[in-house]
């Protein structure tokens, strides 16, 4: 669906694909943004919109509808009285490494919910203090969680150790924290892609494709 001379927005990505289009605000002009948000949401019921800055969510929530703000993670969502979300599709749990890690984790969250699964989250378990992380993953295993998002910044250890005691798939998302040599992430990146573990690893501080990938997989292993 065209708007204007500055957008050609996919409104049936979701029937294709199970994951609706999502508005990236970053680079954005505001009335750019603020209309493609307004059209996205009137014909979808809903509008996803992520990496906002605090000026473009404040102008999103002047917008006629129903505004959940999530200010750490930069996601905005517009709904109508009518959007329901998707019946719950599985279980996702999210584990970070590190409080700098918060904000991209709480992206992957969040994506994961609003494509129908529940989730579960513990966040500074990383190996640094590794005795944290085992209580975290006792519940999530006991819980059947059905895929693991695992996000680490600095030499990014945690989802190669993760893959390695539980039995469900773990993604992995580097996060560009960090300094020195290989520094804003692609320690992480080069670690979690040379894992002797068996994980995926997503892009640095994909947040939205390893949420979104994580809903896919549990959803569709529930449905059968």
Known sequence: MRIADFACIDIERDGRTGIPE??????????????????????????????????????????????????????????????????????????????SDYSVAEEARIIAEQLGCRTMSAYDVGVAGVHRLFEALEKMIREKVDVYIAVAGREGALPTLVAGMVDAPVIGVPVSTGYGMAGKGRSALYAMLQSCSPLVVVNIDAGFVAGAVAARIASRGNRR
Do not use: C, N, W
């Open 22 to 99: 999502v508005i990236i605000a970053d680079g954005k002009r505001l009335h750019h943004l603020l209309k493609i948000a307004e059209t996205m949401t009137t014909k979808k019921k809903r509008a996803i919109v992520t990496r906002a800055s605090a000026e473009q969510m404040d102008a999103l929530g002047k917008l006629p509808f129903k505004v959940q703000k999530y200010e750490a993670a930069g996601i905005v969502i517009l709904t109508t009285g009518k959007f329901k979300l998707p019946p719950p599709g599985g279980l996702v749990g999210v584990i970070s490494a590190g409080t």
